[in-house]
């Protein structure tokens, strides 16, 4: 650990105004002394100017959730999508590696090409161990940052999540809620599976899971690559329709109806980036490891939609 005298451990968050980012600054309060980087504090792409601001805070953890994530420009965009997705988590670990401190980095389902089936959700959806095989330039620079993380040789986890979806910031929900205002009626892509994630859910278990290490100690916690997404699973219609459907309950004027949210193929939305056609994660190695549950998607998502008002 670093030598800093502080009680409480000093933890380094970037992406301070992204949806994770946000959420953890409030979660991770109540287990260290919290200082938040955004991108005017400091570029990621700007690998000396990282490494500089590392070993002036000098944490004891980093916590990573910044990416860059505009999947499509990724196409277009692949040397800045690399420096951020794939060289800082590295720089990142290095410099971790020099105070003594150790990662927890957030990644993607975006790794895995969507093309596993089974009989059933359970067999269908990814786990840990399961072969990578990004399809667009996004997933591939978010799986060479999980690389370049291991290879630093610092202590690290590594939480692949999915449909990341928060009060604060842009997302898919709130996206559905502004077309609906606007459209009597949306051709939303349902044949693609997987599982909405709460940002403030993400950032809460983060913080179970770093007071678990206060309490075990680092010799023996548990580091490594996990799963962490919302239980059971949907398509982006369907939760297109369980958005809607939760706006009108509290009162929201929209004018598109849950029944006039129409199922298209993605095939009929075409976008400059492959997205994978099954996004499950399988979350029991995370659940087993920490001994902590993960809620069904839709509690998670209904308690977002209040916030959002």
């Excluded at 089974?118 to 667009?136: K, L, M, V």
């Excluded at 979350?283 to 939609?305: E, M």
Aim: aromatic share 8%; with cysteine; charged share 20%.
């Amino acid at each position: 650990m670093s030598t800093n005298q502080s009680k409480l451990p000093v933890i380094l968050i970037t992406g301070k105004s992204g949806q994770v980012g946000f959420e953890l600054q409030r979660a991770l309060s109540t287990v260290g002394e919290v200082v938040a980087l955004g991108h005017a504090d400091c570029d990621l792409a700007d690998e000396q100017a990282l490494r500089r601001i590392v070993q002036q805070i000098r944490p004891d953890i980093i916590v990573n959730p910044a990416a860059y994530t505009a999947v499509d420009k990724a196409e277009k965009e692949a040397d800045l999508a690399y420096a951020i997705n794939a060289r800082a988590p590295g720089v990142l670990g290095e410099e971790a590696v020099k105070l003594g401190a150790w990662v927890i980095h957030f990644s993607t389902d975006y790794v895995f090409d969507g093309e596993k089936s089974g009989a059933d959700a359970e067999s269908a959806s990814y786990q840990e161990n399961d072969q990578t095989n990004p399809q667009n330039v996004y997933g591939q620079t978010k799986l060479d940052g999980e690389l370049a993380l291991a290879a630093s040789g610092a202590r690290h986890v590594i939480f692949r999540t999915s449909w990341v979806v928060g009060a604060h910031g842009a997302n898919f929900a709130k996206t559905m809620l502004r077309l609906a205002a606007e459209r009597d009626s949306l051709n939303v892509v349902a044949d693609q599976y997987g599982a909405p994630t709460s940002a403030a859910l993400l950032a809460d278990l983060t913080a179970q899971v770093i007071r678990q290490a206060q309490i075990k100690g680092l010799d023996d916690f548990p580091f490594g690559i996990y799963h962490v997404s919302g239980s059971g699973e949907t398509n982006w219609c369907d939760y297109a329709r369980f958005v809607i459907a939760e706006a009108h309950k509290a009162g929201k004027r929209l004018k598109t109806m849950p029944e006039n949210v129409h199922p298209i193929a993605a095939s009929s939305y075409p976008t400059p980036a492959k997205r994978p056609t099954n996004s499950r994660l399988n979350t029991q190695k995370f659940r087993a490891a920490f001994g902590l549950t993960i809620p069904d998607w839709q509690q998670s998502v209904s308690h977002i939609l209040k916030q959002i008002g």
